[in-house]
């Protein structure tokens, strides 16, 4: 029998907008912004932040800080929170496309 929380989690994925955050985190192969998840899924900022929370808060991606902007000698670098796929959400995200292209 399935469990109610693996139940939750693909519920959860399977709102398009989080779809293809995953979709996008899994090909991107490194850690993406906020910004740079927004811009390709042309969405806002605010939009984008709400959905990857939600994704977060269920163990299926995780933050990181990294530098977005290295310094140089007229500017200050940049630090920003990036987002990455866990293991279980690749997994999750894996077995659910896979029985979505079979139907």
Known sequence: MIKEETVKKLALILKPIRFNILELLTQAGE??????????LEESRAVTSFHIALLEEAGLVKSDFKIIEKPTKKKK???????SITEEGMLLFQKLKAFLNEL
Do not use: E, F, M
């Not at 850690?31 to 390709?40: F, W």
């Not at 670098?77 to 987002?83: C, E, P």
């Open 77 to 83: 670098g940049r630090a920003g929170q990036t987002y």
């Open 31 to 40: 850690p993406l912004s906020i910004d740079s998840l927004a811009d390709k």
